[in-house]
């Protein structure tokens, strides 16, 4: 085969989402059925190329494989997971004849419907964007379907460019993947990787004949210390599959990209196989000090691509360093290009969309389109010297140092609180001594409750936007929001649920609405950013010291509770989370940042409490999410983490019962630290899973209250009362009733009032059930 060149400079993938979000708003069109598949082609073709041209105006060339073809309608899992025919037995009626599947198929094994759940949801990586698992088992059969990785190559080729396709490599993807259901006990996902690998050389070889020169195979898994597989076992796995794919001679030359951290001992395993490209993260990784000399000698033999520019935040950085850990790779290898550490799917797409941001803080700052110009530059810089790029680094050293002197970004009274903590401030009395004193609350057995928010309206987000245009005054919203509350706080009583919710009719999200409110922080109007599937989210910017003006959540708590006898929880997002959701400030350790979020909303549950709010949940969905990938590196995490979410709530008195909330990561590697959080009651999500949970639960002697989700709100479908009932039975077989809350898996801010009302209503009913189970078994007893 031949080998072609690597452009000097690349990026690992774009923002697909669109500026403005037009993918999502046709995606969902086509969900509605107000437009048909064909228009939903058109407007992501038209989406697409104008990606294409965007880049190549930034600077990545059009015809030298620079360009990445990394877009996705829902997910690059599921794409992958279709591609390679690993698609699940009970969606497979839904497939045409050929094993093909259309538009319609693919979100249906993304979303369900009726009985059939969609695949499981979680974490990629240590990132906020969620990816859909697949399910693999011993007689999954792996058939290659390429139609649109092939027509996507072919439509950017008709374009005037030849992109560089990516797909997640087979490595990444049975290790992301599950135990299909009847799976023998034992098996792993990995165990297939020899059948597999064919079906990748399958694609390689068609890649090849379309034209491609390179293909991007994306291993992050092999950085990655988190899964339940042993390192050697990751390692054989990649020489068995790269040793595979690099023998064709009819393929394109492949590229294997490794981003999130060091590949460490994976890298030496590259270097050993045919592949002709090495993808380093040199930002959140390094280069390993010492190679033993085959690996120096494989090594420069292949392209090293230096991914020295931050695709996971949002700062402009320091150029001249980027630069430098480009240059310092090039004593093992004479071909070098310049990337982006990760893909940009991470960070919103430009930062001159920004007009409402404060100046300065904006020229501190690089989206996607100015990570590509970066990469550009530093491109040059390789091919013709850094005199050439001289000017760009200048302009980059002096942001920084701006940045540095800037007011806000070092407050002396915010560390001087911090400097003065002591060791009391993160404990609170016992649980024995909390559970009595909680006893008023007056709760019956197996307790409903909702995560928090209730469906954001079209007249809800009316109405924010009218404020914001300045069309309703600030009185104005706030009575349309106190009606909204008193709706939901009436729907809540008149469905039974026992501890109600206020619905956060006034949150536009559950970051940015404390961002806004907090010294600190800055918001944008158009950094929007993939969450999952169409679901996009606008990360706040933590840019300086953090601290509260004033209360921020107490007016809207005291209406809701005045409406009720029935306690009403206070409502907050806790400090890992609003980290995590963020875009923050990378000049302090992510320690000491999150305990200046920990001391504000310290100050919170204090106003809460002192206004005779019994009840307080502190969410922390991403304390998983932000597990370092290294084991090595994760006890000092979850020391601060524990520890931050223990300084919020810390002050709170024993009779006030605080909840905190998890959602979508798999939570058997942080159980323990759940368990240290020392929250009264944990919810957790669990519908997806069928429960999974419960058996980490019972395995590590989890003794706090813990709500188990019953009810899967990323999809459409409404669970039955009989569904809810059987997750609840598993749940009590392995929970004490007295220790087991009932509750969804995360908030309904995303979903309809039609579909969230029949889905409580089953949860009452299969709750009413189990309760009488219980009792009955006691009278037997």
């Known amino acids: 085969m031949t080998t072609h060149a690597f452009p000097k400079g690349t990026i690992l993938g774009y923002p697909r989402i669109g500026r403005r979000r037009e993918l999502k708003r046709a995606v969902e069109a086509f969900w509605a059925g107000s437009i048909d598949a064909a228009e939903l082609e058109a407007r992501a073709a038209e989406l697409r190329a104008a990606t294409r041209e965007r880049l190549a105006e930034l600077g ?124 023998p006990a034992g098996f792993r996902p990995l165990d297939r990787i020899a059948d597999l690998v064919p079906v990748y050389a399958r694609l390689l070889d068609r890649l090849a004949a379309a034209g491609a020169e390179w293909a991007q195979l994306d291993e992050p898994a092999l950085v990655s210390e988190s899964f339940d597989e042993s390192r050697d076992r990751v390692l054989e796995a990649a020489a068995v599959a790269y040793d595979a794919l690099g023998a064709s001679d009819a393929r394109p030359s492949i590229f294997v990209a490794a981003p999130y951290g060091s590949l460490d001992g994976a890298l030496p395993v590259l270097a050993a196989t045919p592949v002709e490209a090495i993808g380093l993260d040199l930002v959140r990784g390094t280069f390993p000090a010492h190679l033993d000399p085959a690996t120096e000698e494989s090594l420069a033999a292949k392209t090293l691509v230096a991914g020295v520019v931050d695709g996971h935040n949002i700062w402009r950085g320091d150029l001249g360093a980027a630069f430098a850990r480009a240059e310092a790779v090039q004593h093992l290898s004479n071909a070098v290009a310049v990337s982006t550490s990760t893909s940009l799917l991470h960070v919103p797409h430009d930062v001159a969309d920004e007009a409402a941001l404060e100046p300065r803080l904006v020229s501190w700052l690089a989206f996607a389109d100015q990570k590509v110009a970066q990469v550009a530059t530093l491109a040059r810089g390789l091919i013709d010297g850094r005199e050439a790029i001289e000017t760009d680094l200048a302009g980059a050293s002096a942001a920084l140092a701006d940045r540095a002197g800037a007011a806000g970004v070092r407050v002396p009274a915010v560390r001087q609180r911090l400097a003065a903590l002591a060791a009391g401030d993160f404990t609170r009395a016992s649980y024995d001594d909390r559970v009595a004193a909680q006893a008023s609350l007056d709760l019956p057995e197996l307790p409903t409750t909702t995560i928090g928010s209730f469906p954001q309206t079209g007249d809800i987000r009316r109405a924010r936007a009218r404020l914001v245009k300045g069309e309703l005054d600030e009185g104005g919203y706030r009575q349309l929001m106190r009606d909204e509350i008193e709706r939901v706080v009436r729907l809540q009583e008149e469905l039974g649920l026992d501890v109600l919710v206020h619905g956060e009719p006034e949150r536009n999200d559950m970051v940015q609405y404390f961002a806004e409110l907090l010294d600190g922080f800055a918001v944008t109007q158009h950094g929007w950013v993939q969450s999952y599937g169409s679901r996009c989210t606008r990360p706040s910017i933590l840019w300086g010291d953090v601290s509260r003006a004033a209360p921020m959540t107490v007016e809207w708590s005291t209406y809701a509770q005045s409406l009720t006898e029935k306690p009403v929880k206070g409502m907050l997002t806790g400090p890992v989370t609003i980290l995590a959701w963020s875009f923050v400030r990378d000049d302090q350790p992510l320690g000491d940042t999150a305990r200046q979020v920990a001391l504000a909303l310290r100050d919170e549950i204090g106003d809460l409490e002192h206004a005779g709010i019994r009840v307080i949940q502190v969410d922390e969905p991403a304390l998983r999410e932000l597990l370092p990938l290294k084991r090595a590196d994760q006890p000092a995490y979850l020391d601060w983490s524990v520890g931050s979410f223990r300084l919020a709530t810390g002050g709170a008195a024993p009779a006030t019962q605080v909840h905190t909330h998890l959602c979508y990561s798999e939570f058997g590697v942080v159980i323990d630290a759940i368990k240290n959080l020392d929250a009264d009651v944990t919810s957790i999500e669990a519908a997806r899973s069928r429960m999974e949970v419960v058996d980490d639960l019972g395995a590590s002697g989890f003794d706090h209250g813990i709500g188990p989700g019953v009810y899967d709100i990323h999809s459409p479908r409404v669970p039955s009362a009989v569904e809810v009932q059987a997750l609840l039975e598993r749940a009590v077989a392995e929970i004490p009733a007295s220790r087991l809350w009932v509750n969804p898996d995360c908030g309904l801010k995303t979903r309809g009032y039609d579909e969230t009302v029949a889905s409580l209503e089953h949860i009452i009913q299969a709750t009413r059930a189990v309760r009488a189970e219980l009792t009955e078994s006691v009278l037997v007893d």
């Not at 969620?130 to 088992?137: K, N, R, T």
């Open 60 to 183: 990545l060339e059009r015809t030298g494989s620079a360009i990445p073809e990394s877009f996705s309608y829902y997910d690059q899992v599921l794409d992958t997971a279709v591609a390679v025919g690993a698609v699940p037995p009970r969606f497979t009626r839904f497939l045409a004849a050929d094993g093909e599947v259309d538009l319609a198929a693919y979100f249906t094994i993304a979303r369900g419907v009726g009985d059939d759940a969609p695949l499981e949801m979680t974490k990629w990586f240590d990132s906020n964007y969620h990816y859909l698992v697949p399910e693999i088992g011993p007689d999954t059969v792996f058939e290659l379907h390429p139609e649109r990785i092939l027509s996507e190559f072919a439509e950017a080729k008709a374009q005037g460019f030849l992109t560089r396709p990516v797909i997640v490599g087979p490595v990444t993807f049975l290790l992301l993947a599950k135990a299909a259901e009847g799976a």
